[in-house]
């Protein structure tokens, strides 16, 4: 692919890619192909505004119009969220649960099985966008994680539920089930899916690590760095911490595949995506140790799709190249991640259509020059939140040819 002539204002979009690719570029394998995959063209909905049926079926014949084949919409509801407006404003609405049929947690209201209907009428792919490790919804018996503090030299337990133990992995494979249920043609893990630097400390853990490996978890001590000069506690990044890292990832990895066998069985067309943040492929080191996520390991061993987050708001404030970097950078990191992946279809490059700071719409260039970029290439794409009206005009003619 010839290097595009780029504006200024198209540079965030194409830094985040960038950066991405090569950062993953000599490190990802030729993953195994999987039959029937089909190319993802998604938008991803935080919030659906529609209040029924009527006017859900109108929204989704625009959005399958303008291009796309596949809409995401969250499933599940957190203590702070905002409420799809078919559910908001019910006496007595809980304050967490899952918008789908199940006796494993509370529901909201079930909006999926309307909603895989009315998508499938309009010949769009339906989505489920759920929960992991947050999804306690308030069960009291199942399992915490558990942090350690360096700063207190002592550990706390959390909400979020310790994903490596098997209790918690029962209840989720229940509960997925149940989703798969609804008729849903994939499900998007959301990026909870991962475990901390300090994270996975609990008795349990320790103790199937020692079993599964033969090892001890080292001290902290070789993991933290008490303080820095600054007086500020520091990431050491032993390397006798990285047998427990790899566990952690590959424990994280093979839920996420556990998770896809499990509903298959029930719903056996159904397709999973694992949600990575882009620490896991911009510095795939980091990322391994920070959160306990890999890209190559998600492709090897894990679900149908690899989702990669590339906000580039959110990138271009964490961190800074500039255009000449960039410019150096383009041909090389696509050509080189491109020979390295034959089915570039499964990973999903996402791009964000609202600065998350501010709530403001990105320019549809960043968006149009990101799509270009990584629909030429082979890529899956998926835009969160879906485009305003505004942007979608400066989006029509891209996605009708794309």
């Given amino acids: 692919m010839p290097l595009m002539r780029l504006s200024t204002r198209r540079l965030p979009i194409v830094l985040a890619l960038l950066i991405l690719l090569s950062g993953c570029a000599n490190r990802v394998i030729i993953a195994p192909e999987i039959q029937g995959l089909e190319r993802i063209k998604a938008v991803q909905v935080l919030v659906l505004r529609s209040k029924d049926d009527a006017s859900t079926a109108l929204w989704l014949n625009r959005i399958r119009r303008m291009g796309f084949n596949t809409v995401i919409l969250r499933a599940f509801q957190l203590d702070g969220d905002r409420y799809h407006a078919a559910a908001a404003g019910q006496p007595g609405i809980k304050r967490e649960g899952v918008y789908f049929p199940t006796r494993h947690a509370p529901v909201v209201k079930d909006l999926m099985t309307s909603f895989v209907r009315l998508c499938h009428k309009e010949g769009l792919n339906a989505y489920a966008w759920m929960v992991t490790r947050k999804g306690a919804f308030g069960n009291p018996d199942l399992p915490g994680d558990v942090v350690y503090s360096p700063d207190e030299n002592t550990f706390h337990t959390l909400t979020d539920l310790d994903i490596f133990d098997p209790r918690v992995r029962a209840y989720l494979k229940n509960l997925y089930v149940d989703l798969?249920?609804?008729?849903?043609?994939?499900?998007?893990?959301?990026?909870?899916?991962?475990?901390?630097?300090?994270?996975?400390?609990?008795?349990?853990?320790?103790?199937?690590?020692?079993?599964?490996?033969?090892?001890?978890?080292?001290?902290?001590?070789?993991?933290?760095?008490?303080?820095?000069?600054?007086?500020?506690?520091?990431?050491?990044?032993?390397?006798?911490?990285?047998?427990w890292v790899q566990w952690k990832t590959e424990g994280i990895t093979s839920l996420a595949r556990e998770l896809e066998d499990t509903v298959r069985k029930f719903n056996p067309g159904i397709r999973m995506i694992m949600n990575l943040t882009y620490e896991a492929v911009t510095s795939p080191k980091n990322g391994r140790l920070w959160l306990s996520q890999d890209l190559r390991s998600a492709l090897a061993r894990g679900p149908s799709y690899a989702g990669i987050m590339l906000y580039h708001r959110q990138m271009q404030d964490e961190l800074g190249l500039t255009l000449t970097q960039v410019l150096e950078l383009l041909d090389k990191s696509l050509q080189d991640l491109s020979q390295r992946l034959e089915q570039k279809t499964r990973v999903i490059l996402k791009f964000q259509s609202r600065d998350w700071k501010t709530g403001e719409q990105?320019?549809?260039?960043?968006?149009?020059?990101?799509?270009?970029?990584?629909?030429?290439?082979?890529?899956?794409?998926?835009?969160?939140?879906?485009?305003?009206?505004?942007?979608?005009?400066?989006l029509y003619r891209v996605l009708k040819d794309m």
Avoid at 182 to 191: R, W
Avoid at 193 to 222: C, W
Avoid at 367 to 382: F, I, M, N, T, Y
């Fill in 362 to 394: 990105v320019p549809v260039d960043d968006l149009v020059s990101g799509l270009l970029l990584a629909w030429g290439q082979g890529w899956s794409v998926a835009i969160v939140p879906p485009p305003s009206d505004e942007q979608a005009t400066g």
């Fill in 180 to 243: 798969a249920s609804t008729g849903v043609d994939g499900i998007l893990l959301q990026d909870d899916l991962a475990s901390r630097i300090g994270e996975g400390f609990t008795k349990g853990n320790l103790a199937r690590y020692m079993q599964q490996t033969g090892d001890q978890v080292p001290p902290y001590s070789h993991l933290f760095s008490k303080h820095g000069d600054d007086g500020k506690t520091y990431i050491k990044a032993s390397s006798a911490f990285d047998g």
